[in-house]
C-alpha cells in the first residue's frame, strides 16, 4: 500500500515469505517539481504476522511515527 503524510511518501508493501507477512516500509521524501522522490529510510523487517492486512497496519504505524518524529 502507497500513500502520501506531511511531506513524504510511504510504500508498505509486506513480504508474503510461506504464509507469514512481514511488514516493512519504504519512506520517501515527496519529490519537487524537478526531481524525483528519494527514499530517506528502509525499516527492514518490523516483524512477521499472519496476513498481509496485520502487516500493513503494522507497517503503516512504525513509518508515521518515523515521520512524525522527523517533520517540521
Known amino acids: 500500500m502507497q500513500f502520501d503524510y506531511k511531506e513524504f511518501h510511504i510504500d508498505t508493501s509486506p513480504l ?4 507469514r ?6 519512506i520517501y521524501r515527496r519529490p519537487s ?4 522522490a528519494v527514499e530517506v529510510k528502509y525499516s527492514g523487517d518490523l516483524g512477521d504476522y499472519p ?5 500493513i497496519e503494522a507497517a503503516q504505524r512504525w ?3 518515523w515521520c512524525n518524529a522527523r517533520s517540521g
Open 33 to 36: 517539481a524537478a526531481g524525483d
Open 51 to 55: 496476513s498481509d492486512a496485520s502487516a
Open 63 to 65: 513509518a508515521i511515527e
Open 21 to 26: 507477512y512481514y511488514a516493512r516500509a519504504k
Open 16 to 19: 508474503d515469505e510461506g504464509g
